[in-house]
């Protein structure tokens, strides 16, 4: 009951606390009282998140069938094991024994089955024809519709999913990252869950109280208590962290930066899975030529847009596999800052200042053609940052003769421009990666997301060969090739994931990687 106490005189400041503590990061001492951003979440239910943060806290309370390792490899959670056959199309999962939902009751294998199929069955609904229909909600977990084909239980523990013939994969394991519930409680708030932590109050916009889970299914946790305290903003977060309101903070706003180097705190960095890219038109002339993309790419200095524009919360992306892990590959000079390159290209598609305007032109038959380019970027509430790397790449595109227009829309407005490849010739945004190291959807001949309309019956026939691939070896095989290929063809530029960091006062893992939605991750074996 302390920490309820200590929550009082926060929520109703009455003692002035001042900042500048010189202490260096502490232990816990049995409790830990978070900060973190939360206007939307008015109840709470784990299937169907409403804000990224609020994932981490769900990550302690409810478990998935698997887990992603430090290696980025799957790793058993729920399920001790799992054995694939029939080509991929079939993986039997052998659940943990003596597993029990908070609440006592037994976990069994129709407790995944049927949170599998309420996924699926919301992830599945028709739209409507009608024109006044309103937007079905597929949920958050319904790309699982594109691997799941159906599951079944064959006895308690014995778990057996169908995977579509389309991604009978080892990628397929990725999928299986998501909250299993009892089956009686797919519809209640806070339902029972199987993790370290159960949550035992909630106030929207206020704050979340959680304790450790005595009917846990593994040793304790030392961390026996967690306060979550809700803001309105990143500033009253970050304000909140500086007058020891909360013992540590998520976050994504650049501004945290500043508690990088401090030694009264530990600073955990983690990549978001943000990816910015710029995308680039097909459908413009220019564009259709190899040269002028490769040339593009050697004029972005990515490190100094990182160091400068992002204060070093971001992490350079070669190609769309998440880098340092074991599915990237190193492509040896593809990726480098080459001003002097650029240029040997550029004129080799014969562009040239012959009238020296600053601005390169080429003789196509009577005509003179100026290079131009419409570089297209929206805003973000509160947050100028993509603008500033915009304005950045055009300058670096301007200084060897392009003449660069940036428009800054809404999100709304450029989602739409992107689905015409001839309203843009750039455009800077970010792609939401999911676990799945599949990026077939950005890459495929006629996919939708493949906004530059890049086409590669090379491409498209390594992403068939990909969702074939039941083995580690050969999953890992065929993304390596993609990658090359990726890097030949320069399809668009792959830049940088966006990174948050997690500042904190007292020690609460010892995890070699914590990862947006999992924030937490390793509080339920620290100090142990």
């Keep these: 009951m302390l920490l309820m106490r200590r929550l009082a005189l926060i929520?109703?400041?009455?003692?002035?606390?001042?900042?500048?503590?010189?202490?260096?990061?502490?232990?816990?001492?049995?409790?830990?009282?978070?900060?973190?951003?939360?206007?939307?979440?008015?109840?709470?239910?784990?299937?169907?998140?409403?804000?990224?943060?609020l994932q981490s806290i769900y990550g302690i309370v409810y478990d998935s069938l698997i887990e992603i390792n430090d290696d980025y490899r799957p790793s058993p959670r729920l399920a001790k094991s799992w054995v694939e056959s029939n080509g991929g199309r079939t993986w039997t999962f052998t659940l943990q024994e003596n597993v029990t939902f908070s609440d006592g009751t037994p976990?069994?294998?129709?407790?995944?089955?049927?949170?599998?199929n309420y996924i699926l069955e919301k992830a599945n609904q028709e739209q409507s024809a009608e024109e006044d229909a309103p937007q079905v909600e597929r949920g958050y977990y319904q790309n699982l519709r594109y691997?799941?084909?159906?599951?079944?239980?064959?006895?308690?523990?014995?778990?057996?999913?169908?995977?579509?013939?389309?991604?009978?994969?080892?990628g397929f394991l990725y999928a299986l990252i998501y909250p299993i519930l009892p089956a009686a409680h797919l519809e209640s708030e806070n339902p029972p869950g199987t993790g370290a932590y159960v949550i035992r109050q909630f106030e929207p916009q206020d704050y979340m109280w959680l304790q450790a889970n005595g009917n846990w299914w593994q040793t304790a946790p030392s961390i026996?208590?967690?306060?979550?305290?809700?803001?309105?903003?990143?500033?009253?977060?970050?304000?909140?962290?500086?007058?020891?309101?909360?013992?540590?903070?998520?976050?994504?706003?650049?501004?945290?930066?500043?508690?990088?180097?401090?030694?009264?705190?530990?600073?955990?960095?983690?990549?978001?899975?943000?990816?910015e890219v710029l995308f680039m038109s097909h459908r413009e002339q220019a564009l259709q030529s190899l040269n002028m993309r490769k040339a593009i790419r050697a004029l972005i200095d990515v490190d100094r847009i990182i160091a400068r524009t992002y204060l070093g919360m971001a992490d350079r992306a070669n190609t769309i596999i998440l880098p340092g892990t074991w599915l990237e590959k190193d492509v040896p000079g593809a990726f480098e800052y080459n001003p002097e390159l650029a240029v040997q290209l550029i004129e080799a598609d014969g562009w040239f200042d012959s009238d020296g305007d600053g601005v390169r032109e080429r003789i196509e038959g009577e005509n003179v053609r100026k290079l131009h380019l419409r570089l297209l970027v929206y805003e973000e509430p509160d947050n100028d940052v993509r603008v500033a790397a915009a304005t950045e790449i055009a300058t670096a595109l301007e200084a060897v003769g392009f003449s660069i227009t940036i428009t800054v829309d809404t999100y709304q407005n450029v989602g739409e421009k992107l689905k015409n490849p001839r309203s843009f010739d750039l455009v800077l945004c970010s792609v939401n990666m999911d676990p799945v190291q599949d990026p077939g959807f950005l890459l495929t001949s006629g996919n939708t997301m493949n906004y530059g309309r890049y086409s590669s019956s090379t491409m498209d026939g390594l992403v068939k060969d990909l969702r074939a691939s039941p083995s580690s070896d050969a999953y890992q095989e065929n993304l390596r090739k993609i990658q090359e290929v990726f890097a030949e063809d320069c399809p668009f530029i792959s830049l940088y994931y966006r990174k948050g960091v997690v500042v904190s006062r007292k020690m609460y893992t010892l995890a070699r990687q914590v990862r947006e939605l999992e924030l937490l991750r390793g509080i339920d074996v620290y100090g142990r």
């Design 107 to 116: 976990l069994t294998a129709n407790d995944v089955v049927a949170t599998t």
């Design 11 to 53: 929520l109703l400041s009455i003692s002035l606390i001042t900042a500048g503590s010189s202490a260096l990061a502490t232990e816990p001492e049995g409790e830990l009282i978070l900060g973190i951003v939360s206007t939307k979440t008015m109840n709470l239910r784990p299937l169907e998140p409403m804000e990224r943060d």
């Design 224 to 275: 026996q208590e967690i306060m979550v305290i809700f803001h309105a903003n990143n500033k009253d977060l970050i304000n909140s962290y500086e007058y020891s309101r909360v013992d540590a903070l998520f976050t994504r706003n650049i501004a945290a930066a500043q508690y990088k180097t401090g030694i009264s705190s530990v600073s955990l960095d983690y990549r978001a899975r943000q990816l």
């Design 147 to 170: 691997f799941v084909e159906k599951v079944s239980a064959t006895d308690d523990h014995t778990v057996v999913f169908t995977a579509n013939r389309s991604r009978s994969y080892y």
